[in-house]
């Protein structure tokens, strides 16, 4: 049986009549990448800042590399490490700078820090950015120093809260492989994120949440079969049409369907091709012309669409 990085049973918090997170269990091997989905305002921050010491739990319990987050806080800082949706760096100091002071805070010599430094910089692609300030960086480089800067000292667990959020695709894609990489060197991941896409690309299992509640877990195909396998994607030429088009498609498919007002779009779990053309085939008899149609994988939105029978509201 695989060790578990993160052993949570019933996790609760609170704030005020809020329940950020109602009830939530999670299980994550050690030496896996393992996500957690969700939107805005889900409780996905609030349960990693809870498993990695910096809000304490008011029901359940959790254990981090075999430490017990409550009872002992202390030993779960030092195999873990921490990074947040914004950048903790010093846009005034150099790359290297910024690598040198978080080492010497976490204890190394002078010499022992420059050589540290050295090592991430070169690890992270910034050995040539070393020397400038990091307000000079993009925001790529920016996410790979402030990631670099977490592995100052190697841990055993890597929180990743919204990594990629705000980057362009070239910077995610670097993200990505930088994850990969740490996670083939051993090192144990649990990162949050409201983009299907970078759990698919990146994740062994998924675990979604919604209002505080774990509402799925599985692999991203176990997930993707859970919304019947694809979505059908509908424009329609006339966007007045949209309630019609969306009562129909839901009448045929027997499935909610999300809606767009803006551009007249709609999208449905669709189990097979087959039932794809069955429903464009009774939009067209009931005189509702599509502009544009398409099969693909669910969005964020989509999955929650087929998980809760409700559209994202965050």
Request: net charge negative; hydrophobic share 55%.
């Given at each position: 049986m695989d060790r578990l990085a993160i052993d949570a049973t019933g996790l609760v918090r609170h704030f005020g009549r809020v329940r950020a997170v109602d009830g939530i269990d999670l299980a994550v091997a050690e030496g896996a990448i393992f996500a957690v989905l969700g939107p805005n305002g889900a409780g996905k921050t609030t349960l990693l800042r809870m498993l990695a010491t910096l809000t304490r739990p008011d029901a359940g319990r959790a254990t981090v590399m075999g430490h017990d987050v409550t009872a002992e806080p202390d030993r779960v800082r030092q195999v873990i490490?921490?990074?947040?949706?914004?950048?903790s760096l010093d846009e005034d100091l150099t790359g290297r700078e910024n690598l040198v002071l978080v080492a010497r805070l976490r204890?190394?010599?002078?010499?022992?820090?420059?050589?540290?430094?050295?090592?991430?910089?070169?690890?992270?692609?910034l050995a040539e950015a070393a020397a400038r300030q990091v307000k000079d960086y993009?925001?790529?480089?920016?996410?790979?120093?402030?990631?670099?800067?977490?592995?100052?000292v190697t841990p055993g667990l890597l929180f990743l809260d919204e990594p990629t959020t705000?980057?362009?695709?070239?910077?995610?894609?670097?993200?990505?492989?930088?994850?990969?990489?740490?996670?083939?060197?051993?090192?144990?991941?649990?990162?949050?994120t409201q983009y299907?896409?970078?759990?698919?690309?990146l994740a062994d299992r998924i675990a979604v949440i919604d209002r505080g509640r774990k509402i799925a877990e599985g692999t991203s195909r176990e997930l993707k079969?859970?919304?019947?396998?694809?979505?059908?994607?509908?424009?329609?030429?006339?966007?007045?049409?949209?309630?019609?088009?969306?009562?129909?498609?839901e009448a045929t498919l027997g499935a909610g369907v999300a809606r767009s007002v803006e551009g007249g779009r709609l999208a449905a779990p669709c189990a097979s091709a087959a039932?794809?053309?069955?429903?464009?085939?009774?939009?067209?008899?009931?005189?509702?012309?599509?502009?544009?149609f398409s099969m693909g994988s669910?969005?964020?939105?989509e999955v929650f669409l087929a998980l809760t029978g409700r559209e994202d509201e965050a």
């Open positions: 490490a921490m990074t947040g949706q914004f950048a204890g190394f010599g002078w010499r022992a820090a420059r050589e540290r430094a050295g090592v991430l910089l070169a690890a992270f692609d993009s925001g790529g480089m920016r996410r790979r120093l402030d990631i670099a800067a977490s592995l100052v705000g980057l362009d695709p070239a910077a995610r894609q670097e993200v990505w492989r930088m994850i990969r990489g740490l996670a083939a060197a051993g090192v144990t991941i649990l990162l949050t299907l896409d970078e759990a698919d690309q079969v859970a919304t019947g396998a694809g979505m059908l994607h509908v424009a329609l030429a006339d966007p007045g049409r949209l309630g019609d088009a969306a009562a129909l498609l039932a794809a053309s069955e429903a464009l085939a009774a939009l067209v008899a009931a005189g509702i012309e599509p502009s544009d669910p969005s964020l939105e």
